[in-house]
């Protein structure tokens, strides 16, 4: 399966753009990108995801790379309750696998006020 | 909505005791995956559930178990406790697609086990 690789922490200003990257090099054309986040004492909860075109929804923007090598998790304005662990999974859509998320260290985004 | 639900939301065991969590799914969800997540690392697959039968499994030995009842609730089962399984044990929820990549989990806000 292939692995991502993220920032073990990052730091973003209150109101400020944050952008939360991920590697995924060895990913297959079949891998869709997710991106859950868990806010603290909280179970993890669902923010976003593509397999290759831009994504946005009410909570975030997806960019994802032109050769899928990597992606951005794009959160336009921080709030002080964006502080979460952010976590980028990948989902083949051709493997059993793909009905389980394998999360691995995710990043961990500090907001400052 | 609820949501997803379990209890209790915190539990106290001695080693090689029995423990058995619950999950209520968010409503109009059928499938239940159960996770644990050790302090400081991310969650870790269990099982999954889905009409009342195991799915898929894990990297876990045989000592955890689990059920899923006709109205979609579940529970995960540890016997003979040790140390190691002191974590948050996460539930997750979701209404089960063709395509699994669009299927979004909800997960509930976990039970804390403490193995003494």
């Known amino acids: 399966d292939a692995k991502t690789t993220q920032p073990n922490s990052m730091e973003s200003n209150e109101e400020e753009p944050v952008h939360l990257p991920c590697n995924h090099s060895t990913i297959s054309g079949t891998d869709y990108i997710h991106w859950y986040r868990q806010l603290p004492s909280q179970g993890p909860e669902y923010v976003i995801h593509g397999l290759t075109s831009n994504v946005n929804n009410r909570m975030a923007s997806l960019a994802i790379a032109e050769d899928r090598k990597s992606s951005t998790l794009i959160l336009h304005r921080a709030t002080l309750r964006d502080a979460a662990v952010y976590y980028c999974?990948?989902?083949?859509?051709?493997?059993?696998?793909?009905?389980?998320?394998?999360f691995g260290s995710g990043t961990q985004l500090t907001v400052l006020p | 909505d609820a949501g997803v639900t379990q209890s209790p939301t915190h539990l106290i065991k001695t080693r090689g005791q029995q423990v058995t969590l619950r999950c209520s799914p968010k409503s109009g969800h059928d499938t239940v995956s159960w996770y644990q997540q050790a302090l400081g690392q991310g969650p870790q697959f269990i099982f999954q559930?889905?009409?009342?039968?195991?799915?898929q499994r894990g990297n876990f030995p045989d000592r955890f178990s689990g059920h899923q009842f006709p109205n979609y609730s579940s529970e995960l089962n540890v016997n003979a406790l040790l140390l190691g399984d002191s974590a948050l044990y996460l539930c997750?929820?979701?209404?089960?697609?063709?395509?699994?990549?669009?299927?979004?989990?909800?997960f509930g806000s976990g039970t804390q086990l403490s193995v003494l």
């Open positions: 999974i990948l989902r083949d859509r051709f493997r059993s696998s793909a009905r389980q998320l394998t």
């Open positions: 997750a929820s979701s209404h089960r697609l063709l395509d699994a990549t669009n299927e979004k989990l909800f």
């Open positions: 559930y889905y009409e009342e039968e195991e799915r």
